[in-house]
């Protein structure tokens, strides 16, 4: 029941998200709310009806003075939110929900994240929430027992994962005393992957476009020894061109400026021109690397090409091994500037045969001359393509590609190439950071606990920067692989708040068998199922070389119809729709309405389109071009496409295969540490400073999983307070039960004042003439804590609200009464003393008349003293 002056957070249209409102009035079912301090423009008031009150969070009042989010009194969005605002304010951007430290993005430098800051914070045990803590907390764990240690960092582009990882790797670097070459390598290494694998994008100038898990080891001293990378899903369509307000991979720009004369001759980049005036040789220059952006706000092209030099050396590079890494990147570009039109031969074909044109007949060849291939060869793959019928090679044939074909293929050797250098740079970290400890990932399983004295191969802590939950206007293939990653690490991250919740209920000796966690097995069922699943679905579809179309009408008849597939279970079912034709398609056409299908993610509904999806799956690069890259006189890129060329294509992983295979390995991997979790979290759209939007924060807040944290809260018991904090609280409502206080035992008094609350509001019409709070476990007295039920703890303020208000009501009565008192006495004296005046001036009586004029002024000047 609502009771004037109940305040709460309501929920509005507005960038707060949440806004204060005070209950101004209750009618009959109906609730007016005020809104306290609405902007301009803002409705002031609003009705609700009792049904919808009820589901507002109330205002504690503990929002923003708390640094644990999970320790605010009613752990809710709204309360989360006001929190995060309130401390971001002050420049604090850390924050603790529970086990989860919460990082807002400041957008500037901030005295918590100052190096020498850090250097200071040792390696105590309490400390405020910071990244500096979670590292802390995660080597002494693996020093004391020995144990693998996780960091996961989490957040969407532009949140600051990459930067807290940095801030991560500067504690673990000074905690542990580590230096040396592997640390140098370790450290160099992050900065040489931002380098080919990061980029500028409208949502972040350096965006990093892979998901990166670093496992750095450690030796019986607490000394780094070894390090291994991997990484997952490098976005390779960036490879051939960014879009509008973007850039391709930072390194290509670097090298376009700041090469050296002698390195450009190598690599024949002063050559290119695809300007009219045929001068340009910069960025500019090239088609992949002209089509977004030339340049990178607070990217320094011409210091990062030094750092690449520097970081390649560190891992091991010679000049001339670096020199055949930048062909394979000029190679990349110099394919990109090659154009095709149709040939006359194939003018009878409506499409025409492709042919190189032969204005980039001279880019085709430096292409070629760079990946050491024979240009011949090169311009025969890019403009045909062997085709191999079931009869095998002998009855093989070729077929012309059209012009768009052609461009297709030139676009699949540069993604290839790119991908395949990037998977090599990583191997060669790797390398360079393997020292002399055996290899990090164990076959075996083993346990957590250790003596140190053992030798080990678990003393590890591995950080995971990764891409958060994606939810655009058009979702394709790589979404649907991002938002599975985060469903795996979801899973986990609800796993460790559960085993936190129920160790924490265990050890108060409170009952949790009654409490229904959420979880999102239902997704993963989809998803990655054992039996029927959206990724077998799409393998199979692959397999028999059907189509887009077919692989979603597959998926409709095992998911979205009433009669499901024997294999489908009901529960993945559940979380799969069938969107309705036609309907808010304004960024799709008619073509791909039929590729659509949702999917409800832990994060909110994604709407997929399936367009290409087999090719992408396929890995879009035909035989006949791993065998011709193969074929390279570069040793580098001949390596890295042997395998690839030797395997036999039917056979062979698809993407969707090979990837849920690497979450599967990092999954166990993941399973075997003890977990940390780190969430970042932009404060608004533009990359601004001190600009704090809620409902951006809140779209986070639900994507990075803290919902986890506020459903598995209110599954059991979202509010909780320690007994003397609840003895404090209620107690203004028993003054005249001084009884209810007498026993020396502080758990007794709660479950008597639990009681007595409950037989105040008895009659109201609530939960309260349901039966006892505490049998029906609405109500726990634990050890020493007080936990509530939502629903419980609304009807338990209502008293003390009521106590308060009059309790206000009588301070503001007295205070009122002396300040007029206090007026009244002032106009007696003014009214007497300027009585005085007159009567002196009128008697001519003038050492009088000065008496009672100063008199006077000292009255006035009592008047105007300012009140307390
Ligand atoms: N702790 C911080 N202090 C100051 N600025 C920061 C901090 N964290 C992030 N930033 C700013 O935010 C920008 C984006 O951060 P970062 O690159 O770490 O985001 P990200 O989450 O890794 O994004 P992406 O997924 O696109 O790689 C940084 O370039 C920096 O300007
Ligand atoms: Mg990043």
């Excluded at 002196?840 to 100063?854: V, Y």
């Amino acid at each position: 029941m609502a009771s004037v002056g109940q305040c709460v957070w309501l929920p509005v249209d507005d960038d707060e998200a949440y806004a204060l409102a005070r209950v101004k009035a209750v009618q009959g079912d109906s609730v007016l709310l005020e809104r306290v301090k609405p902007p301009r423009g803002a409705k002031k008031e609003e009705t609700l009806l009792q049904k919808a009150f009820e589901a507002l969070s109330v205002v504690s009042g503990s929002e923003g003075e708390t640094c644990d989010l999970v320790q605010l009194e009613d752990v809710s969005f709204a309360a989360m939110l006001s929190a995060l605002r309130a401390r971001s304010q002050r420049d604090e951007i850390f924050t603790s929900v529970g086990p989860v430290l919460v990082v807002v993005n400041p957008y500037k430098p901030v005295a918590c994240c100052s190096p020498d800051l850090i250097r200071k914070m040792g390696a105590g045990e309490s400390m405020p929430p910071h990244t500096h803590s979670i590292v802390a907390t995660a080597y002494r764990n693996l020093l004391d027992e020995g144990g693998a240690q996780s960091v996961l960092v989490s957040g969407e582009s532009g949140a600051g994962k990459t930067e807290s990882i940095k801030l991560c790797m500067t504690s673990l670097a000074q905690l542990s005393r580590s230096s040396g070459k592997i640390t140098a390598a370790a450290l160099e290494s992050s900065l040489l992957l931002e380098a080919f694998g990061n980029a500028m994008t409208v949502r972040n100038h350096n965006s990093s476009r892979f998901g990166k898990w670093c496992a750095l080891h450690f030796d019986a001293n607490g000394q780094i020894c070894s390090g291994l990378i991997r990484s997952y899903l490098l976005e390779q369509s960036r490879v051939v061109g960014a879009a509008v307000g973007e850039r391709n991979y930072h390194v290509f720009y670097y090298m376009l400026a700041a090469a050296s004369p002698e390195q450009r001759k190598r690599l024949r980049l002063d050559t290119q021109g695809t300007q009219a005036d045929g001068e340009s040789t910069g960025a500019a220059a090239y088609n992949y690397t002209s089509k977004g952006e030339l340049e990178a706000p607070g990217i320094d092209d011409i210091a990062g090409w030094a750092g690449v030099s520097e970081q390649l050396r560190v891992i091991g590079y010679s000049e001339e091994d670096q020199l055949s890494i930048f062909a394979l990147l000029a190679a990349v570009l110099a394919l990109g500037n090659v154009e095709f039109d149709a040939s006359e031969e194939g003018a009878e074909d409506e499409r025409g045969h492709g042919q190189i044109a032969a204005s980039s007949r001279s880019a085709a060849e430096i292409a070629a001359d760079l990946l050491e291939i024979d240009a011949k060869q090169l311009e025969a793959k890019l403009t045909t393509r062997v085709l191999v019928p079931a009869g095998g090679r002998a009855s093989m044939y070729t077929i012309p590609l059209t012009p768009d074909q052609c461009r297709d293929t030139r676009d699949a050797i540069a993604r290839a190439v790119y991908t395949s250098l990037f998977d090599k740079l990583i191997a060669d970290i790797n390398t360079s950071l393997a020292g002399d400890t055996p290899k990090l990932t164990p076959k075996s399983k083993q346990p957590l606990k250790r003596s140190r004295a053992e030798p080990d191969d678990e003393r590890f802590i591995g950080f995971l920067d990764i891409f958060g939950f994606e939810n655009f206007a058009f979702n394709s293939y790589e979404q649907l692989c991002i938002n599975f990653t985060n469903e795996k690490l979801q899973s986990h991250f609800m796993d460790a708040l559960i085993r936190r919740q129920e160790e924490e209920w265990r050890r108060e000796g409170v009952a949790s068998t009654h409490v229904v966690f959420p979880d999102n097995a239902a997704q993963l069922e989809l998803l990655d199922g054992a039996t029927l699943c959206v990724f077998a679905l799409l393998d199979e579809e692959c397999a028999i070389s059907g189509t887009d179309d077919g692989f979603v009408s597959k998926m409709h008849n095992a998911f979205a119809n009433p009669n499901p597939s024997a294999n489908a279970t009901a529960s993945a079912s559940a979380v799969y729709s069938k969107p309705v034709r036609g309907r808010n398609r304004a960024a799709v056409d008619a073509a791909t309405d039929k590729l659509r299908f949702t999917i409800s993610h832990y994060a909110g509904d994604v709407e997929y389109t399936a367009l290409h999806w087999l090719e992408k799956n396929r890995g879009g690069l035909h035989q006949d071009l791993p065998r011709l890259l193969a074929s390279s006189r570069h040793s580098g890129l001949a390596a890295m496409f042997e395998a690839r060329a030797a395997s036999d294509e039917s056979k062979r992983a698809t993407v969707g295969a090979a990837y849920r295979q690497s979450l599967r390995a990092l999954s166990a991997t993941m399973s075997r540490t003890n977990q940390h979790y780190i969430r970042c979290i932009k404060p608004n759209e533009e990359q601004e400073p001190d600009s704090f939007n809620g409902v951006v924060v809140e779209r986070q807040m639900r994507c990075t999983g803290l919902g986890a944290v506020v459903e598995i809260q209110r599954s059991g018991y979202p509010v909780s307070f320690t007994h003397g904090a609840f003895v404090r609280r209620y107690k203004v409502v028993a003054f005249d039960r001084p009884q209810l206080f007498e026993s020396d035992d502080e758990r007794e008094i709660c479950v008597g004042l639990v009681k007595y609350l409950q037989e105040l509001q008895k009659g109201s019409g609530g939960e309260a003439d349901k039966g006892s709070w505490l049998d029906r476990m609405l109500a726990q007295v634990g050890l020493t804590k007080v936990f509530l039920r939502a629903e419980v703890y609304r009807q338990m303020e209502i008293p003390r609200q009521g106590v308060a208000r009059r309790a206000a009501v009588c301070v503001q009565r007295l205070c009122r009464g002396v300040r007029v008192r206090a007026s009244m006495r002032q106009l007696v004296r003014h009214q007497t003393a300027a009585a005085a005046v007159r009567a002196a001036l009128k008697d001519k009586a003038l050492p009088e008349a000065e008496a009672a004029i100063l008199a006077l002024k000292a009255v006035w000047e009592g008047y105007h003293v300012p009140e307390p």
